[in-house]
């Protein structure tokens, strides 16, 4: 499934160019973190990957193959969650795989354990809070088992520890051997994450470096203005 | 007039054994529609809500279309299926209460069908991605949409009981308005006051409009708590 291998690819939805011959090579391990502006297309890359939007032109390839050999999963910056109970919300994801109603209660009580929600497996998923809502649906994503997991800016709008709560599951999530791939607009959340940084801009990728070598010396001038906190649409027109 | 209403209250105050025979009759046959309303209505509109075929636009345009069905043209052809003559007439069914059930159900399956349509489709907006990737197919998502908006749909079945009780141009041709065996509140109504007897239309159009209310308070009662409950 690894290296994914991304060339040329464009998204244009009327006419007008928001992934403009996107070219990037991403390995299976670690944590990447996808930067820029907003209106750059980062939401769009993690759709395409998806398979939720059809790409107008390029090719992604899985390794060798047009489509991914293993399971991918993906939490939205809004995740849904169904008028039901915290453990129903987990366990119906499971049921399109071919495990025992025993394995999926098994691991459903298992990744809730981890996300620190086994005590409120009983609630219903819609009260919980904004912290928790987030880690009931990275729950769901990890309990898929998945290869490749990707994040829309898992953490906008929580707070300092309900971000460092998820924060810390992210880094469990990895450690299990799960390629994750996430946009962000936290740039210290980057820091701490990051084993990789995707920068895009235009409709491109700009850079694409160790996260160490992005934060302390950005080649392209429009990272370099995104991490000085210029304007956002600034960078797009003046580039 | 003010007599007139004296004399309804006293009926609805005495339980007049003809007036209970007629709200009787009326809810065995409506809340057996809505029964069947139900079970058709609700998944034949999740279904649609969630299915992609050629000519599911043209579908959803007929099923809107038979909310406005006329209930008298439903009666002309249940009567025509049902009578002597017809496919179905061998079963007897004519000028009884299972012919009104036949045709309540005829009203009440589209209105129930379309409304659920219109609500999942709205959910399924929210959900398909999500669904998409985990793997979900469409008629587990027909089963999980339908839980998901339970309350919701609440409305779409309390619209199909409201159109099978204040129906009355369908019971009246399929089930002859016989006194004591097809005779429900609504073409009772319609009867006595044709014949002057307007106490006992006003105490059964009393009775219907408590009935409405009553479920439409309840109703409205359970969503809120839902709401509480679930989000």
């Not at chain 1, 999963?73 to 969650?81: D, G, H, I, K, R």
């Not at chain 1, 996430?182 to 994450?193: D, I, K, V, W």
């Not at chain 2, 339970?150 to 141009?169: H, I, N, P, W, Y």
């Amino acid at each position: 499934m690894f290296p994914l291998r991304i060339t040329g690819l464009r998204f244009q939805p009327n006419g007008r160019a928001v992934l403009d011959g996107l070219d990037l090579e991403v390995s299976g391990e670690g944590i990447s973190v996808v930067l820029g502006p907003n209106g750059t297309g980062k939401t769009l890359l993690l759709r395409l990957l998806a398979g939720l939007l059809p790409a107008d032109g390029g090719t992604i390839r899985w390794g060798e193959a047009a489509s991914p050999s293993e399971r991918l999963a993906m939490v939205f910056q809004q995740p849904m969650l169904l008028r039901m109970s915290v453990f129903t919300n987990v366990e119906f994801a499971l049921r399109p795989q071919a495990l025992t109603s025993a394995e999926r209660h098994r691991r459903t009580n298992e990744v809730l354990e981890r996300v620190g929600l086994a005590h409120r497996t009983g609630d219903c998923a819609r009260l919980l809070s904004g912290g928790e809502r987030q880690r009931l649906a990275l729950a769901r994503a990890w309990a898929m088992r998945p290869r490749l997991l990707l994040l829309d800016e898992p953490t906008a709008s929580l707070d300092p520890s309900a971000t460092e709560a998820v924060e810390r599951i992210i880094r469990e999530i990895r450690t299990e051997g799960a390629k994750v791939l996430m946009t962000t607009h936290n740039l210290g959340q980057a820091t701490r994450l990051a084993d990789d940084i995707i920068f895009l801009a235009n409709g491109r990728v700009q850079e694409h470096e160790s996260a160490q070598r992005f934060f302390a010396r950005p080649q392209s001038p429009a990272a370099r203005a995104f991490l000085q906190g210029e304007l956002p649409w600034r960078i797009a027109f003046d580039h | 007039m003010s007599q007139t209403l004296l004399d309804a209250l006293a009926l609805l105050g005495s339980f007049d054994h003809r007036l209970l025979e007629i709200v009787g009759l009326s809810l065995r046959v409506s809340l057996s529609a809505l029964t069947i309303g139900t079970l058709l209505g609700l998944p034949l509109g999740a279904w649609l809500a969630v299915a992609r075929f050629p000519g599911r636009g043209g579908l959803i345009v007929l099923l809107n279309a038979l909310m406005g069905l006329p209930s008298v043209v439903v009666g002309v052809l249940v009567y025509l299926l049902l009578s002597r003559s017809g496919p179905l007439g061998s079963y007897g069914l004519l000028f009884s209460p299972a012919a009104m059930i036949v045709a309540q159900s005829l009203l009440v399956v589209p209105l129930i069908a379309a409304v659920s349509r219109q609500i999942v489709e709205d959910a399924w907006k929210d959900y398909a991605p999500e669904f998409s990737l985990i793997g979900i197919g469409r008629m587990q998502a027909v089963v999980l949409l339908l839980t998901d908006c339970r309350f919701s749909l609440t409305v779409a079945t309390l619209a199909g009981l409201g159109r099978a009780m204040s129906e009355v141009g369908a019971v009246m041709i399929v089930g002859g308005n016989i006194d004591g065996y097809t005779r429900v509140m609504t073409t009772a109504i319609a009867l006595e006051t044709s014949k002057g007897d307007l106490a006992l239309s006003i105490a059964l159009g009393l009775v219907l409009m408590s009935l409405i209310l009553g479920l439409n308070v309840a109703a409205y009662s359970v969503r809120c708590w839902a709401s509480r409950r679930y989000g």
